[in-house]
């Protein structure tokens, strides 16, 4: 009975996660994009609610010692939680591209990288949340002496790779300073020559310029703090 509903779960949450993906295609159909990402994201998220509920019913059909008792409630509750995750982050990934989809004309491209770099924080956020949680109460992890040994983890990288955290902050500048964006000519003087073109490209780590001789230079971020 057991392997007989597991399959049946399976079989559910395979099918819910299909049909809303059928649906996604059929609002991408209509031009209703951000109505297919949340679809699409709660196709995801939703067939593995769909499977836990059928799945707590068969965990029912064990008999289970002392021991693995627990189990009958904990592994339920920790695909809910992962179900619950799947959805958030799905959720900021719609809000993300509607964002995105409405920032203005002036900076849109300034605008966009700090839409995308807020997206990605908070999906790591999310996911270290819900790791720490599996660390936790399935395997009893004591999280503070956790977090404190990845700061000091976190501290030797930072050390050891002092060059990519300046191009962060340079990045950083750059976005609350605007001092040019892509399409801009520029004149650039500093450690790495002089070269005059046009911006091509903005990222985290480095600068993208195409020179008059049609050479595309890399400037480290850190150059612009």
């Known amino acids: 009975a057991f392997i007989a509903v ?27 994009r951000f109505m297919a990402s949340t679809l699409r994201g709660l196709g995801v998220s ?5 499977f836990t509920a059928i799945f707590t019913v068969a965990i029912g059909f064990l008999e289970l010692g002392s021991v693995l008792r627990g189990l009958r409630y904990e592994i339920p509750r ?8 799947m959805f ?49 109460n399935l395997l009893g992890v004591n999280i ?3 977090l404190v040994g990845f700061g000091f ?17 340079g990045a950083v500048s750059v976005f609350i300073n605007r001092p040019f964006v892509i399409g801009d000519w520029i004149v650039f003087k500093g450690e790495a020559g002089e070269h005059i073109g046009v911006i091509k490209d ?3 780590q480095a600068t993208k310029l ?10 480290p971020n850190m150059l612009f703090i």
């Open 6 to 32: 597991t399959i049946g779960a399976i079989a559910a949450g395979i099918l819910f996660s299909k049909a809303l993906h059928w649906a996604a295609r059929r609002a991408e159909n209509l031009d209703q």
């Open 46 to 50: 939703g067939g593995l609610v769909v």
């Open 78 to 85: 920790v695909f809910m939680i992962i179900a619950s995750a």
């Open 88 to 136: 958030i982050i799905s959720l900021i990934d719609v809000v993300s591209a509607f964002v995105r989809e409405r920032v203005g004309e002036d900076g849109s491209h300034y605008d966009r990288m700090v839409v995308t770099m807020i997206r990605r924080i908070l999906r790591i956020f999310i996911i270290a949340l819900v790791l720490m949680f599996l660390f936790q």
């Open 144 to 146: 503070g002496a956790l």
């Open 153 to 169: 983890v976190a501290l030797a990288l930072s050390l050891a790779a002092q060059d990519t955290v300046k191009n962060v902050f």
């Open 202 to 204: 903005i990222q985290l």
């Open 210 to 219: 195409l020179d008059l001789n049609g050479n595309l230079i890399t400037l």
